[in-house]
């Protein structure tokens, strides 16, 4: 039935997953399976790889070691970071309440670019049973903000929505600068191309993430 599909699927994407991958038996993240089941590269799902396998185990280790800030990767051109970055991003931030979480990249636009293609695009081909309530006041298709709360509504409408559930999390993006998210309170941050920045000081903007992902 379809509600046995909806458990069966929040499980592996809650716990994981067990399969034999030519007769070894494999296990993968949640987070993992999601990508892989759910999340798509250009409209199309992504292939199973031994690297992608190692690389989420070593993302759930960094989340879950309180004396972690993260993971720094370097990998060669093509080879699946920004889609994994993304998808990372849309599965911790709409699993949880009240986060905010955020996008930096070697310009501006190239920040705009990778909210656009690796995260705006893939949630719109998500199942509902993967999309929380979104604010979709500003059109069906986030330009600046993925805001999981209710549509603003006035008079009778707002009494019909008034049980309707909300995260009230939310994924932005902001500029190359230092300073984009000094003072906000993020649950996850992504700086893609950091190695290629020509208008932000890295080194800066590193010190500038790193308080806002701390608590006390």
């Known amino acids: 039935s379809l509600q046995e ?20 038996p494999t296990y993968i993240t949640g987070q993992h399976y999601f990508m892989l089941a ?18 989420h185990y070593f993302f759930e280790y960094c989340w879950y070691d309180p004396n972690s800030f993260g993971m720094l990767e370097v990998t ?14 849309y599965y911790r931030t709409s699993r949880a309440s009240e986060k905010k979480s955020g996008i930096q990249s070697k310009t501006d636009k190239d920040g705009e670019r990778l909210f656009s293609k690796q995260i705006v695009n893939p949630m719109k081909k998500l199942e509902p049973i993967f999309v929380p309530t979104l604010d979709r006041s500003k059109g069906s298709t986030p330009k600046a903000i993925i805001s999981f709360n209710k549509t603003s509504t006035s008079g009778s409408k707002e ?9 009230i999390s939310d994924i932005d993006f902001r500029s190359a600068s230092e300073m984009a998210y000094d003072g906000d309170k993020l649950y996850v941050v992504g700086v893609d191309e950091i190695g290629k ?8 903007r590193h010190y500038v993430l790193i308080p806002c992902l701390k608590v006390g």
Do not use: Q
Not at 10 to 21: A, E, I, L, S, V
């Open 159 to 167: 009494d019909e929505d008034e049980d309707t559930k909300e995260l």
């Open 5 to 24: 599909y909806r458990e069966r699927e929040w499980d592996r994407t809650t716990n994981g997953f067990w399969f034999y991958n030519k007769g070894v």
């Open 197 to 204: 920045s020509k208008v932000s000081n890295v080194y800066k």
């Open 38 to 55: 759910h999340w798509t590269i250009e409209g199309n799902p992504p292939d199973f790889k031994e690297t992608d396998k190692e690389w």
């Open 76 to 89: 060669m051109r093509r080879e699946g970071k920004s889609i994994r970055l993304g998808c990372a991003i």
